[in-house]
């Protein structure tokens, strides 16, 4: 996901709040998802995962850091431990040594230990398709939850990382202040055959093309309807 659950708040570099401008309106707002839709159709998480279970841990282990660097680290990890029960029984210090390469190793290796441990406790080895006991398990929160309930279980919760936060301040589509106020805002002018979608989408746009730095403005597919007041190019 390339950020926590805390990034996300004005200070985003390159475009946060602050130099995008006025709010869409329903035909624009309309307009930004034909054209994402367009531009990305098969559009999905690129975290991979075998199943809900690698999926929980993959998303888990992406808090500030890369799919590229999580998807790097995983095939090992999960060759050791595909299911909550492997991964408890190889534990901590197990886990740890699997994920070096990944930022924040040491907690992100106790928080998966302790969820899969949960997980064989409380659901049977499964994963919860409810967001509160999905909220309940250690290094899961709000955005992770979403990001479960929509790819693994088709959910049309739209999670709100960094670039997605940043992608809505800029262009209009949801301006907030904070991850929370973004989501709400994505969730109210959302057309309801592009709410399943409409985080893929949006992570990419910002990932690939909406850049902090160096927005692909030219490139743009929807230049002609963001309302981002310092478009390059």
Same mark, same amino acid.
């Given at each position: 996901m390339d950020a926590d659950e805390g990034q996300g708040r004005g200070g985003d570099r390159g475009g946060? %709040?602050?130099r995008g401008g006025t709010r869409l309106d329903g035909d624009a707002v309309e307009a930004l998802?034909?054209? +994402?839709?367009? &531009?990305? #159709?098969?559009? %999905?998480?690129?975290l991979v995962h075998q199943d809900p279970f690698t999926l929980l841990v993959a998303v888990v282990l992406s808090a500030q850091a890369t799919d590229a660097g999580v998807n790097r680290a995983t095939p090992g990890l999960f060759?050791?431990? #595909?299911?909550?029960? &492997?991964?408890?029984?190889?534990?901590?210090e197990g886990i740890a040594a699997l994920i070096r390469t990944i930022g924040l190793y040491r907690t992100k290796a106790k928080n998966v230990a302790a969820l899969s441990r949960l997980l064989?406790?409380?659901?049977g080895g499964a994963v919860p398709p409810m967001r509160e006991a999905l909220e309940a398990l250690p290094g899961v929160g709000r955005k992770t939850a979403n990001v479960v309930l929509n790819v693994a279980f088709g959910e049309p919760t739209i999670a709100v990382d960094t670039h997605?936060?940043?992608?809505?301040? %800029?262009?209009? +589509?949801? #301006?907030? %202040?904070? #991850?929370?106020?973004?989501?709400?805002?994505l969730v109210a002018v959302t057309p309801d055959r592009h709410r399943q979608d409409a985080h893929h989408r949006l992570i990419l746009h910002g990932r690939y093309v909406c850049k902090a730095r160096k927005p692909l403005c030219p490139a743009c597919p929807i230049r002609t309807v963001c309302r981002y007041d310092a478009k390059t190019g």
């Open positions: 946060g %709040r602050g998802y034909e054209a +994402l839709a367009a &531009a990305t #159709p098969d559009a %999905r998480t690129e060759a050791a431990a #595909p299911t909550p029960e &492997a991964m408890a029984a190889l534990g901590e064989v406790e409380r659901h997605i936060f940043r992608v809505s301040n %800029r262009t209009g +589509l949801a #301006p907030g %202040r904070t #991850p929370a106020e973004v989501e709400a805002g």
